[in-house]
């Protein structure tokens, strides 16, 4: 046998090409008891990676509220978060980033990300059945962020529409501090019944291991620790090969991975990531308490002369690692071989704990599974953080320091047509948004996408919501208001808010001040959740969203939440129905512009607090309208949020093309009341025939509920003055986006 | 002077070509498992105005480079003729 | 009424039209595998909705060659029903079992949204519970579904009654403005000439159940049962 693997034994200038630290390089050396050879130091650079080890955040992490009543599997437990939904059915849900890809490569960057996180679903044997995205890119105006988002959408759009799961909901946002760096986050929920999962897990010796899917090549190596740079000029030669998706291969896997499943020769099973083959069989052997032998040159590549470590580190796409139960063989093999893809025995299950990789007959590394994965070997880091200067500087806003104006209604129309508040109509109907017929927002919009669970009376409701600036203004108040903004939604949808998956999105964790808004951001996000009881089940977090020109992006902790409907005809929907409902305010009106889309793009204030905010009042007005919702007593109800009143009443409006006519409050400046972005407001619209039954429960929740005004035929009134007509601002409001990106 | 120019442009040999694995795999159904290996790129014809054919050849090699084919994941030749 | 749903590598729709044959229409639905031979005696055969083969090449191109696809050709030739939606629309037309061919949108724009679609006429199996003055609510999802057939055919097929369903606004104008795909003539969908084989762009199983708030695609299905049970 000839030895032609490139395997020396390493150095600590290779340690530091490859991204480690000299104190972990000498940990490595402790853990072996020898000096690493290159094999097994890339696998230690890949696993103790930023991206898989969440080295500088786990210990944070662990401080989020982990447990609610109906959580299944809790965070880290399992591929992706796991709640009961009744009926003897769960749902798994996870969001995830794929931000720095898709800052090289747009529409693959995207279009693995998808990939990626509907396997992560359906490895645990769930089947997909919604997709959601947050998006955020630089100012629309430049040619490169349209570059970005049309590849963004496309990828996303191919991808997910030929996977065949529907897009039901998400964000897009624009704003400078994202020109280099943009943010890609997707979401998948599926649905599994109580007691069929699979666990990535390996265990029982003798066991044989399977990879199946595609074929491996050299796509991605060492894109798990490119994810944990800093982006520079030089970022596009630094990814050796990209990772293209295939969601042909994709819906094929889907489907033979179900099968799979079901004939129950399977022991465990994990899909391939970032970091590939290496982090698949450490994390499923190191759960298992076991070990495995690999052979590299039984695995099915694409390319020929492939390294022993280019195998194991590649991040190919649509594979997954299968440990079958011995004597089952024939099942598994006859499940791919009917869907047309590989499946290969790789190696075994040992019960030695360590991971010894083979090729051609040499052991090219030879390493504790344990010492490689988070929870075990792999380092926990305690970041220093301080305060950043602009955080008290922000403070300082006072809304008098801005003349009240005049021109209301020319701001109205700014606003409506404004990137960050306008229809994304352009993004949404580049995604397949009702494949699989579950769907039920289509022909009735809410504030979260309601999904039916078909063959039950059950619905879920989805939602993904972060507004950034909020956050930047103030991490923990402003997270806080993530997760209270995605509570709300769902609230408003007839849901009851259930678990929550995040992605958090931040600069670079060794800079005190990131670090500073990333601490606060999870206090933040622990306070709300606790409030509403939406325990955080996984996720994933992204460092080093930054350049070195454009300085970090705004910290943005995007909160994907999951609610129940238990019966889906409690559902909610936002819309206007006829001209003559009351429309009522739930909540306080305050003198408030702070952080508002109308303060930061009109007035071109870019640092004021974050908008007023207080927890127990928003869960008060949630608790209010669930109680308003059940009892059929409001036609529409819809959060206010980004843009203000205006912009909430539009929304309502525009899809029957009703109108409104409503009186400002006299003690709040008008601009404040139609524009400020205060939170814990609803409003709800009432048929004069429930008018009395809704002001009795109003008196009794001791709420600020107030009428503001009527539903018309289409035209809009504020203070009795014609405001224009919905058709106007309809228009402006559907065309904006396409209006720069056709 | 006017020039013709022929480009290939083809996905990179190390990257996937989903399009082209799909096609490969069907070539049975069609009676021929003889073929595989199928890469699928595009074919771009143009024309254009330059001084010399030197100065045909850089223009268009800008124009792959710049836009035509997508560096990350295509690679590209041509052949620059007088029309 | 029996129905074959055919189930091709990368099909997604093919269980939202199992859904409404077998559970709101409470018909008798069989999978048949893209590699089967026997239709198992149906009286329709449907070729569903999503990505055969990734959409790879052109879409339903390769699909087209699939084993099962010489027995649903030689079925139709004895004047048995075949219904294809979307890629089972542009699959039937790369078999040549329809005329025309489904282009690139005329925005190259994937597109997902509500449309309004017309019959042309109440004569055919598919329309013929269908008022022809009124625009029926469809959704449509396709990045290829811009129908094109020469001058002459599309000449026969008018005369011959083969045209289908016209995009159309949601008063039952037939304008440019509700193109969605720059379709030739706003055809949504069509038949052939012994009017066995239809193919449309628009899903009409996606607007069946009534959870999902637009019933208007029952029609069609209604339709086909009170014809063939008549």
Redesign the interface.
Known sequence: MTKTMYNPISTSDDAKELGLLPEEFEHIKQLLGRVPNFTELSIYSVMWSEHCSYKNSISWLKTLPRKGPHLLAEAGDENAGLVDIGDGLACAFKIESHNHPSA??PY?GAATGVGGINRDIFTMGARPIAQLNSLRFGPIESEKTKWLVRGVV?GI??YG????IPTVGGEVFFDECYNTNPLVNAMSAGIVEVGKTVSAISTGVGNPVYIVG?AT???GIHGAAFASKDISANS?ED?P??Q??????E??LLEATLEVIATGAVVGMQDMGAAGIICSTSEMSAKGEHGMNIFLEKVPT??ANMQAWEILLSE??ERMLIVVEKGKEKLVEAVFEK??LNCAIIGEVTDSKRLNFFMNGELLADVPAESLVLGGGAPVYQREYSEPAYFAASKNFKIEQIEEPTNLQEIAHYLSGHPNLASKRWVY?????????V??S???PSDAAIV?I?NTNRAIALTVDCNARYVQADPEQGTAIAVSEAARNITCSGGEPSAVTNCLNFGNPYNPHVYWQFVHAIKGMSKACEKFKTPVTGGNVSFYNQSSYDGPVFPTPTIGMLGILPD?NNRMTLDFKKAGDMIFLLGESVNDISSSEYLYSYHKVKNSPAPYFDLQEEYAVQEFVKALIKRKIVNSAHDVSDGGLFINLLESAIPRNLGFSIGTDFEIRKDAFLFGEAQSRIVVTVDEAHEEMFLELALDSELAVSCIGQVTEGEILVDDAPFGTVAEYKQTYNDALGAHL? | MKFTADINIMPLKALLDPQGKAVSGSMSNIGLPQISNVRIGKHITLELEAATEEEAKGMVDTACRKLLANMIMESFEFTVAKA | MKFGVVIFPGSNCDHDMIHVLRNIMHQEVVELWHKDTDLQGCDMIILPGGFSYGDYLRSGAIARFSPIMEHVIRFSEKGGYVFGVCNGFQILCEAGMLPGALLHNDHHKFNCKNVFIKAENNTTLITSGVDTSKALKIPVAHGEGRYFADAEVLAQMNANGQILFRYCNENGAVDAASNPNGALENIAGVCNAGKNVFGMMPHPERAADAVLGNEDGRLLFESILAMVKA
């Open positions: 090289i490569e693959q496309k759009g191919n529409n030929a996977f065949g595609s090549g050299k796509d596009a990814l090969s990209v293209v998706g295939d969601p042909f291969t819906k094929l694409r390319q190919s796409q869907w047309d109907e580049q995604y397949d948004s009702m494949v699989g017929t769907n039920m289509t022909n009735a039916n078909k889906r056709n």
